[in-house]
């Protein structure tokens, strides 16, 4: 799919990605610009400009797919390089949060969960430094673990 991207700092730039998912719930909306610090309590997204890593630049993450935790929504990640005025594919973060669900992103951080059958479960935030995505905290547990044992 090409998508056309024009913002303040972006004339028109245009993106190559391999589809943009629309979801047809009521709740849910094409696009959604500013925060997303209440996540998505109010319904899912295809396109979102915000600014991720704090740099005083709108970013852009588009609903690319459904590889978070059970089938969740995953998205394409592209950071606003001040030099090239232009959209760049962040695919570290990508990386990153592999299986994970995307909850919310307040400051620039970006909080992640997953879950895996009855007992296994997991959160996980990261920030930017710069365009380089960091774990700043994670935390994995299986509630089945010694579940037999008293």
Known sequence: MRLA????????????????????????????RGTLEQGFAWGKYSLM?????????????????????????????????????????????QALVEMHSLSRVVDGQFEFWYRSGPCERGEKSIRFEGNVPRVIKSSDENSCTNADQG
């Open 5 to 32: 991207v024009s913002t303040p700092d972006i004339a028109e730039q245009h993106l190559q990605l391999p589809e943009v998912i629309f979801s047809d719930h009521e709740n849910d909306a094409s696009a959604n």
């Open 49 to 93: 400009l915000l600014d991720l890593n704090n740099d005083g630049h709108e970013d852009l993450m588009a609903w690319t797919g459904f590889d978070g935790s059970y089938g969740d929504p995953s998205y394409t990640y592209f950071l606003y390089d001040a030099d090239a005025k232009a959209f760049v594919e962040n695919t570290a973060i």
